[in-house]
Nanobody, 123 residues
Framework: QVQLVESGGGLVQAGGSLRLSCAASERSFSMYIMGWFRRAPGKEREFVAGITRSGITYYPDSVKGRFTISRDNAQNTVYLQMNSLKPEDTAVYLC?????????????????WGQGTQVTVSS
């Protein structure tokens, strides 16, 4: 059982930046693909970033060029650097761990989830 704890959310003005962190309890953290999702009120959970075991990163077009995912396997931590934030980025951000092959983007491909951290972007 992998436990994930997110931190770093908060209130920021449009155009600002935030860095989210997700700490994992699992020593075999490096064996998991890690992803970030977000859930806005009234919307489906949306994939925003993924990083493979070897460090390959991938993003949807909605955040490409603004968000950067990274991982520190020695610290069992994955990060999400978010720049040029927009009001539509407002959501609860959740990290997740997957053992699926390839580059999983669907929520059902991820086995373990954190509780989430709120990000609010004001206009």
């Amino acid at each position: 059982q992998v436990q994930l704890v997110e931190s770093g959310g908060g209130l920021v003005q449009a155009g600002g930046s935030l860095r989210l962190s997700c700490a994992a309890s699992e020593r075999s953290f490096s064996m998991y693909i890690m992803g970030w999702f977000r859930r806005a009120p009234g919307k489906e959970r949306e994939f925003v970033a993924g990083i493979t075991r070897s460090g390959i990163t991938y993003y949807p077009d909605s955040v490409k060029g603004r968000f950067t995912i990274s991982r520190d396997n020695a610290q069992n931590t994955v990060y999400l650097q978010m720049n040029s934030l927009k009001p539509e980025d407002t959501a609860v951000y959740l990290c997740a761990a997957s053992r699926a092959p390839g580059r999983p983007v669907g929520q059902y491909e991820y086995e373990y989830w954190g509780q989430g951290t709120q990000v609010t972007v004001s206009s």
